[in-house]
């Protein structure tokens, strides 16, 4: 038997270190070559770091928040002496990493339906679902696992729950009846992860960025004719159009006259870089925080392509499946809330970025259109800028620009003659 000692692995993008979000193993437990030993946090995204080796885990270093830098020790095994070998011959920080345990990112697909946990011996899965699983009185051995090795994913725990998998209900857990436990007066939570990513960004970027805020309303009733009637002519199962296709479209097509505004500002060599490509970031609401998956080139796409690739980069992102590409290099953001976007807000810029459209809710209301009372759908478009760089005149015509587009959606198609 031999002692081996696995360092965390260079992740790749210039990383020099990285945060524990949580561990899958623990010291003394027997792991498999490529077996998932820890999750980690990059300033990119999340990260779950496989083992080289099979062995038994001697140690760990760092707790769930701890920051690890690459090249540093992460986990100590006891090893076969082949396997030792082996894992002598495989490429510490700075080089790269095996073909067959690179760092994948969490989690990038499904396997076929994997045996109950129970038949694979030691339950794989994430402290978030270990947590649910507890407070639902859930034997996680009986639950089965999609993901890699087994791994039970937060999709095979919620169909557990709901009775899905081979057609058996999860066992009942009904308990005789018993005075209830009083509930803890306070609860603290640690902030780690993408929740502290997500913290730290917003942080920088209210205090680095003085934002101002432009609103204006949207008359969207010839839009909403025009989404209605081309959804009527979907096959059935087809997903259907949202307003945010159309107002990417809308978005693309003023772009081409505000520059200034489809931008990043590199702080470090004072440097504006205006982008020719527009990369929209779509704010999405996920599980584990908010995510900004991104359409690229949405200037080269069509209104049906651009609805697709938005349903794909935003589905895989509230799946945890995005990949680094996937959640990096906008170049403008678009964020809404949907039905709860409420009348007004004031969204915060996502740096590097330089401006921000947010979308509120859409709904019917009395309006005055030629002297007279009528009823039409309004939406008010609240958009952040950065004022160092465009202008309030510059801001304001691009949202009256957006605006013209949308109420008159035709302009959406049309293309001005070069």
């Not at 949907?338 to 009395?366: C, D, F, M, W």
């Amino acid at each position: 038997m031999s002692r081996y000692v696995f360092k965390l692995p260079d992740l790749g993008e210039g990383t020099v270190s990285a945060e524990i979000v949580g561990w899958h193993v623990k010291p003394g437990d027997t792991v498999e070559e490529e077996q998932v030993l820890v999750e980690v946090m990059t300033e990119k995204a999340a990260v779950e770091v496989p083992s080289p080796v099979s062995g038994t885990v001697l140690s760990t270093t760092g707790e769930p928040g701890d920051m690890v830098a690459v090249g540093a020790e992460l986990i100590v095994f006891e090893t076969g002496a082949g396997e030792a070998r082996e894992a002598a011959e495989a490429p510490q920080a700075g080089q790269a990493p095996p073909p067959t345990a690179p760092p994948v990112e969490s989690p990038r697909g499904h396997a076929a339906e994997a045996p109950p946990a129970a038949a694979r011996g030691r339950v794989m899965t994430s402290p978030a679902n270990r947590r649910r699983a507890h407070e639902a009185g859930v034997d996680l051995a009986q639950v089965h696992g999609s993901g890699p090795q087994g791994r039970i994913l937060r999709e095979d725990l919620e169909a557990y729950l709901r009775g899905e998998r081979g057609g058996a209900a999860a066992p009942s857990r009904a308990r005789p009846a018993a005075a209830a436990p009083q509930a803890p007066q306070r609860e603290e939570i640690k902030v780690i992860g993408l929740r502290r990513l997500i913290a730290q960004r917003m942080s920088e970027s209210k205090r680095n960025i003085p934002h101002f805020s432009y609103v204006e309303e949207v008359d969207v009733t010839e839009l909403e004719a025009l989404r209605r009637h081309l959804n009527s002519r979907l096959a059935s199962g087809e997903p259907a159009l949202t307003y945010l296709p159309f107002l990417v479209l809308a978005l693309v097509r003023v772009l081409e006259d505000f520059p200034q505004c489809n931008a990043h500002y590199d702080a470090e060599r004072g440097v504006i870089i205006r982008h020719r490509a527009v990369h929209v970031g779509v704010a999405t609401q996920t599980p584990d925080g908010l995510k900004v998956p991104v359409v690229r080139n949405a200037e080269q796409r069509s209104l049906w392509e651009i609805a697709a690739e938005m349903r794909r980069v935003t589905e895989a992102a509230r799946l945890n499946k995005a990949t680094r590409e996937e959640l990096s290099g906008s170049t403008i953001t678009l964020t809404s809330l949907g039905k709860l976007g409420g009348i007004v807000s004031t969204p915060i810029i996502n740096a590097p970025e330089v401006a921000i459209i947010g979308v509120n809710r859409a709904l019917e209301r009395p309006v005055v259109v030629d002297g007279a009372v009528t009823v039409r759908r309004m939406m008010n478009l609240s958009s952040s800028f950065d004022h160092r760089f465009v202008d309030g005149y510059d801001a304001a015509a691009m949202i009256q620009a957006m605006k013209e587009h949308i109420e008159h959606p035709a302009m959406i198609f049309l293309r001005e003659p070069d």
